[in-house]
T-cell receptor, first 114, second 115 residues
Framework: AQSVTQLGSHVSVSEGALVLLRCNYS??????LFWYVQYPNQGLQLLLK??????LVKGINGFEAEFKKSETSFHLTKPSAHMSDAAEYFC????????????FGQGTTLQVKP | DVKVTQSSRYLVKRTGEKVFLECVQD?????MFWYRQDPGLGLRLIYF???????EKGDIPEGYSVSREKKERFSLILESASTNQTSMYLC??????????????FGPGTRLLVL
């Protein structure tokens, strides 16, 4: 069965510092992988996704993530945090089947301090 | 732009009431999903539908049912609301795999309080 683990339910960084949000997955076959962001009182918005092309994926708002098969990881990074990055971030995995079902991690709340 | 709308942003209901949550998407997506979001648990899939009148149970279907009579509309029904169904409910839609991608597009959510 597929699963997703996000390490750290809360991450706090200073403005301008590196953002690193960790995601590990469990899947018997290479899956599709996603990062979504949820700003307060809003739905989820896609940041980026990996669908078996380049292993380094660039997303919106300066975020990127690298698929590492050997480590079963898909960590999200941003070189320099901005106050507007404060939100909850979800990693998700999708089995390559005909349903498109997503399995989400528990979420990581990013706090950005001035 | 894809738009997924949900009928209410906030809803307060009494225990035992029948509750309808409506979701409409305007991108002709085949797949539609209902999730509930609880702190520390992420999003959990309640039901999904990959075609009109088709539905499949997700991970936590107990106490819920769904209806999809038209392609653009997917309704979540709480047959008899209970306090443990107090939660944020999120609807999403997507093309099927093999189409333009797996991305799910989410509505703004309905925060339901059951008293």
């Amino acid at each position: 069965a597929q699963s997703v683990t996000q390490l750290g339910s809360h991450v706090s960084v200073s403005e301008g510092a590196l953002v690193l949000l960790r995601c590990n997955y469990s899947s018997s076959v290479p899956p599709y992988l996603f990062w979504y962001v949820q700003y307060p009182n809003q739905g989820l918005q896609l940041l980026l996704k990996y669908t078996s092309a380049a292993t380094l994926v660039k997303g919106i708002n300066g975020f990127e993530a690298e698929f590492k098969k050997s480590e079963t990881s898909f960590h999200l990074t941003k070189p320099s945090a901005h106050m507007s990055d404060a939100a909850e971030y979800f990693c998700a995995v999708c089995k390559r089947s005909n349903t498109g079902k997503l399995i989400f991690g528990q979420g990581t709340t990013l706090q950005v301090k001035p | 732009d894809v738009k997924v709308t949900q009928s209410s942003r906030y809803l307060v209901k009494r225990t035992g009431e029948k509750v309808f949550l409506e979701c409409v998407q305007d991108m002709d997506h085949e797949n539609m999903f209902w999730y509930r979001q609880d702190p520390g648990l992420g999003l959990r899939l309640i039901y999904f539908s990959y075609d009109v009148k088709m539905k499949e149970k997700g991970d936590i279907p107990e106490g819920y049912s769904v209806s999809r009579e038209k392609k653009e509309r997917f309704s979540l029904i709480l047959e008899s609301a209970s306090t443990n169904q107090t939660s944020m409910y999120l609807c999403a839609s997507s093309f099927p795999p093999g189409g333009p991608g797996e991305t799910q597009y989410f509505g703004p959510g309905t925060r339901l309080l059951v008293l």
